[in-house]
């Protein structure tokens, strides 16, 4: 075996960073997930801005789930405002965030994990083999995108959303115009789970995994809810940082995150599908019996699965909500600013995302705290990686290093939103 194995840059994930796995005496020694990638510093700028403006500064930490940002953030600072928005823009902001799930799911399964299961070394290399899997892919992510700029105002970093509401109603015309295009979606997406029920996953279950999630007893957890627990605790947002703690590594200039009680734990698709699969709709929830998916699910190589399974789920609530589309009133509500301080939390198609705000008489911006679902996730990535390392350190450089990338990268991470991926370093002494 080679004295080292070294990628300078990760391929389809989101953001910079590097892996080293040391050995030692022919064992395993040490292994870190380097983020070197500079911290962006949101919460620290955030400080001394109206609470007004940080919609639109928080969805620019990501391209890819900008509509997370601005949810978490809109509803933390109502929260501090003591402001209650009407069903209507609660539909709305649903629907929103339904495209964002779209375009990141159809993108993720289809153009960034499916060719490491199928073995390709791009999604390029899989439209020469199977183009219509790709033009499919695009459709589906198309549409994703198309939903977003009718109710944001553009596809990425939207811009009609503001705390109380959105500034306008979207135009009834647009949104009834993407109707075709969404039945199509669902029963693409149907296609797309069935599909990926069928792919040749490699086996690594992963047994100690907590699942941490947004839950609502009335449907799927994505917008709003209480922090819920596969080991049964269940916080409000208020009480989110005493059981979620961060801590600094020596090697990631990104925090990691583990619970109250010092243990890793795991969000995004395969945690909000574990815990949450009673709350889906009831296309979901045929989709889950026609594939005979068994819950839980504990390989973290099936993310790309529980993807597919959501896929459907926010393909068929974004058709109904688009057909039943009448909103009435006005689209947001006037806000006299006062001190106050909020809590949020929403999931984005990654995990669970929280922010938290005070904020002074003025509606200025005191203090400001995000949590993103890549920092929850990265030490459990971390012990992932534990687990796997003494199946592939033997095998030949190339073959080793994709395995890891193929692990890491089946979690979507967006190490910007963290703060960034991939060297992979193997050593030996």
């Given at each position: 075996m080679k004295k080292s194995i070294e990628v300078p840059a990760l391929a389809r994930?989101?953001?910079?960073?590097?892996?080293?796995?040391?050995?030692?005496?022919?064992?395993?020694?040490?292994?870190?997930?380097?983020?070197?990638?500079?911290?962006r510093f949101f919460e620290g700028f955030l400080r001394g801005r109206y609470f007004q403006e940080v919609p639109d500064i928080t969805a620019r930490i990501c391209g890819i789930c900008p509509v997370a940002y601005q949810m978490s953030s809109v509803q933390a600072l109502e929260m501090a405002m003591g402001v209650r928005v009407a069903p209507d823009v609660r539909s709305l902001r649903r629907l929103l965030y339904d495209a964002e799930y779209i375009e990141s799911h159809a993108l993720h399964i289809y153009l960034l994990q499916a060719p490491d299961i199928l073995g390709y070394p791009s999604a390029l290399s899989l439209a020469e083999v199977a183009p219509e899997v790709v033009k499919k892919a695009l459709r589906l992510k198309k549409?994703?995108?198309?939903?977003?700029?009718?109710?944001?105002?553009?596809?990425?970093?939207?811009?009609?959303?503001?705390?109380?509401?959105?500034?306008?109603?979207p135009r009834t015309e647009k949104i009834k115009a993407l109707i075709p295009d969404l039945e199509w979606g669902l029963e693409a997406a149907k296609e797309t789970a069935r599909w990926a029920a069928q792919l040749p996953y490699p086996e690594f279950e992963v047994h100690d995994y907590e699942y941490v999630a947004v839950h609502h007893a009335d449907e799927y957890g994505i917008l709003s809810g209480d922090i819920l627990s596969s080991t049964g605790k269940q916080v409000?947002?208020?009480?989110?940082?005493?059981?979620?703690?961060?801590?600094?590594?020596?090697?990631?200039?990104?925090?990691?995150?583990?619970?109250?009680?010092?243990?890793t734990y795991?969000?995004?698709?395969?945690?909000?599908?574990?815990?949450?699969?009673?709350?889906l709709g009831p296309e979901a929830q045929q989709m889950l019996e026609e594939t005979g998916v068994e819950?839980?699910?504990?390989?973290?190589?099936k993310m790309l699965l529980a993807r597919a399974i959501?896929?459907?789920e926010v393909y068929a609530e974004a058709l109904r909500l688009?057909?039943?589309?009448?909103?009435?009133?006005?689209?947001?509500i006037e806000i006299t600013p006062h001190a106050g301080e909020g809590h949020g939390v929403s999931e984005a198609p990654r995990g669970l995302l929280y922010h938290h705000y005070v904020v002074d008489e003025k509606?200025?911006?005191?203090?400001?705290?995000?949590?993103?679902?890549?920092?929850?996730?990265?030490?459990?990535?971390?012990?992932?990686?534990?687990?796997?390392?003494p199946q592939v350190i033997a095998l030949p450089q190339e073959e080793a290093t994709l395995a890891c990338e193929h692990l890491v990268r089946s979690y979507d991470p967006c190490i910007s939103c963290a703060t960034h991926f991939l060297k992979l370093k193997i050593e030996t002494s």
């Amino acid at each position: 075996m080679k004295k080292s194995i070294e990628v300078p840059a990760l391929a389809r994930v989101e953001g910079e960073g590097a892996l080293y796995i040391r050995m030692k005496g022919g064992n395993i020694a040490d292994i870190e997930l380097n983020i070197y990638e500079p911290p962006r510093f949101f919460e620290g700028f955030l400080r001394g801005r109206y609470f007004q403006e940080v919609p639109d500064i928080t969805a620019r930490i990501c391209g890819i789930c900008p509509v997370a940002y601005q949810m978490s953030s809109v509803q933390a600072l109502e929260m501090a405002m003591g402001v209650r928005v009407a069903p209507d823009v609660r539909s709305l902001r649903r629907l929103l965030y339904d495209a964002e799930y779209i375009e990141s799911h159809a993108l993720h399964i289809y153009l960034l994990q499916a060719p490491d299961i199928l073995g390709y070394p791009s999604a390029l290399s899989l439209a020469e083999v199977a183009p219509e899997v790709v033009k499919k892919a695009l459709r589906l992510k198309k549409t994703g995108n198309e939903l977003l700029k009718a109710i944001g105002g553009r596809s990425v970093h939207p811009v009609n959303t503001c705390v109380g509401g959105f500034y306008r109603w979207p135009r009834t015309e647009k949104i009834k115009a993407l109707i075709p295009d969404l039945e199509w979606g669902l029963e693409a997406a149907k296609e797309t789970a069935r599909w990926a029920a069928q792919l040749p996953y490699p086996e690594f279950e992963v047994h100690d995994y907590e699942y941490v999630a947004v839950h609502h007893a009335d449907e799927y957890g994505i917008l709003s809810g209480d922090i819920l627990s596969s080991t049964g605790k269940q916080v409000t947002v208020m009480e989110y940082t005493q059981s979620y703690l961060e801590s600094h590594v020596r090697h990631s200039n990104a925090l990691h995150s583990h619970t109250a009680e010092g243990n890793t734990y795991i969000v995004g698709p395969l945690a909000r599908l574990n815990i949450n699969h009673e709350q889906l709709g009831p296309e979901a929830q045929q989709m889950l019996e026609e594939t005979g998916v068994e819950l839980p699910i504990i390989n973290p190589y099936k993310m790309l699965l529980a993807r597919a399974i959501e896929l459907v789920e926010v393909y068929a609530e974004a058709l109904r909500l688009a057909e039943a589309y009448d909103p009435k009133g006005p689209s947001h509500i006037e806000i006299t600013p006062h001190a106050g301080e909020g809590h949020g939390v929403s999931e984005a198609p990654r995990g669970l995302l929280y922010h938290h705000y005070v904020v002074d008489e003025k509606g200025m911006i005191l203090h400001a705290r995000i949590v993103p679902p890549t920092a929850q996730n990265l030490a459990r990535i971390e012990a992932d990686l534990w687990k796997l390392a003494p199946q592939v350190i033997a095998l030949p450089q190339e073959e080793a290093t994709l395995a890891c990338e193929h692990l890491v990268r089946s979690y979507d991470p967006c190490i910007s939103c963290a703060t960034h991926f991939l060297k992979l370093k193997i050593e030996t002494s």
